[in-house]
């Protein structure tokens, strides 16, 4: 009877510990903990400045007029940034003609030129979708942090990194973060922060 006792003791003791571990059990991740945290109090973006696929300059800040969906994406990456390329692709296709869309690469050395290619290879067409790098190595890591994107050098002139299609409200604050393959959850967000 004592064992059963300390058995049901020490199980109750580790599923109370998961509960709280877990939010709840609503975060089995550290991915989906930081995600639930963004929901639960959205985030002021830094104002950084962005240059794109043409060249142009534009601050973060231009875009608080409307709602902006972002993705954290390299220009060489051989498989997620594909993917996040195919979701703005639907997204383009899908949103609302105000809403817009940037692909930030967090690759310093992915300048004008590739920044192109990136586009041309999507279709993307600024104003409307922006393929942007950050100018400058701290305004990079402080719009990194904020929004929770680990980037990590592969060894081999790649990156590995955590993805997601960042939804950015007209106050300019980071609001949810999306599975890239969860375009409809995002439009979803989007309608209902336009009623």
């Given at each position: 009877m004592r064992?059963?006792?300390?058995?049901?003791?020490?199980?109750c003791?580790?599923a109370a510990?998961?509960?709280?571990?877990?939010?709840?059990?609503?975060?089995?991740?550290?991915?989906?903990?930081r995600?639930?945290?963004i929901?639960?109090?959205?985030?002021?973006l830094?104002?950084?400045?962005l240059?794109d696929?043409?060249?142009?300059?534009?601050?973060?800040?231009?875009?608080?007029?409307?709602?902006?969906?972002l993705e954290?994406?390299?220009?060489?990456?051989?498989?997620?940034?594909l993917a996040?390329g195919?979701?703005?692709?639907?997204l383009?296709?899908?949103?609302?003609?105000?809403?817009?869309?940037?692909?930030i690469?967090?690759?310093p050395?992915?300048?004008?030129a590739?920044?192109?290619d990136?586009a041309?290879?999507y279709?993307?067409?600024?104003?409307?979708?922006?393929v942007?790098?950050i100018k400058?190595?701290?305004?990079r890591?402080a719009l990194?942090d904020?929004?929770?994107?680990?980037?990590i050098?592969d060894?081999?002139?790649?990156?590995?990194?955590?993805a997601g299609?960042?939804?950015?409200?007209?106050?300019g604050?980071?609001t949810?973060v999306?599975d890239?393959?969860?375009t409809?959850g995002?439009?979803a967000?989007?309608?209902?922060d336009a009623?």
């Amino acid at each position: 009877m004592r064992a059963a006792l300390a058995t049901l003791a020490v199980a109750c003791c580790g599923a109370a510990a998961l509960w709280w571990g877990t939010e709840g059990g609503q975060a089995l991740t550290s991915e989906a903990a930081r995600r639930l945290d963004i929901a639960r109090a959205p985030r002021a973006l830094p104002d950084v400045v962005l240059h794109d696929q043409n060249g142009a300059l534009t601050h973060l800040s231009d875009y608080r007029a409307a709602p902006v969906v972002l993705e954290f994406v390299y220009t060489t990456c051989p498989d997620i940034c594909l993917a996040l390329g195919t979701a703005f692709e639907r997204l383009d296709a899908a949103l609302p003609r105000d809403a817009r869309l940037i692909s930030i690469s967090f690759d310093p050395a992915d300048d004008t030129a590739r920044l192109g290619d990136f586009a041309d290879r999507y279709d993307a067409t600024a104003p409307r979708w922006r393929v942007a790098g950050i100018k400058g190595d701290a305004a990079r890591a402080a719009l990194l942090d904020r929004a929770g994107v680990v980037v990590i050098p592969d060894g081999f002139g790649g990156f590995v990194h955590n993805a997601g299609l960042y939804l950015v409200d007209a106050q300019g604050r980071l609001t949810a973060v999306f599975d890239p393959e969860d375009t409809r959850g995002l439009r979803a967000a989007l309608a209902d922060d336009a009623r």
